[in-house]
């Protein structure tokens, strides 16, 4: 059964930083492409961003230079590093399959049960 499953969310106070984790099992890590999205409260999920099976990365434009994602395929975990944390970056996030490569991704499946982080003072 394939599996996504987010951790690593919490309470943090602007400018901090939190690491959440994407375990997947079920199938082989190293072949896919892994997307990070969130949903804000009254706002659409979007992605905000992607790793493909070869580790090339992409960022949308409002967390490009504060989040990192990266990749363990032998511990079959996705990462995503998030520093300099805004108010505005509250919201669920999960870890999901891109439906197309990265760089042209826009909808997304078998997404887990999400990590809340909430950004304030």
């Known amino acids: 059964q394939v599996q996504l499953v987010e951790s690593g969310g919490g309470l943090v106070q602007p400018g901090g930083s939190l690491r959440l984790s994407c375990a997947a099992s079920?199938?082989?890590?190293?072949?896919?492409?892994i997307a990070w999205l969130r949903q804000a409260p009254g706002k659409e999920r979007e992605g905000i961003s992607c790793?493909?099976?070869?580790?090339?990365?992409y960022y949308t434009d409002s967390v490009k230079g504060r989040f990192t994602i990266s990749r363990d395929n032998a511990e079959n975990m996705v990462y995503l590093q998030m520093n300099s944390l805004k108010p505005e970056d509250t919201a669920v996030y999960y870890c999901?399959?891109?439906?197309?490569?990265?760089?042209?991704?826009?909808?997304?499946?078998?997404w887990g049960q999400g990590t809340q982080v909430t950004v304030s003072s």
């Open positions: 999901a399959f891109p439906l197309a490569p990265c760089e042209h991704a826009s909808e997304y499946h078998d």
């Open positions: 079920g199938f082989t890590l190293d072949d896919s492409a």
């Open positions: 790793i493909s099976s070869d580790g090339n990365t």
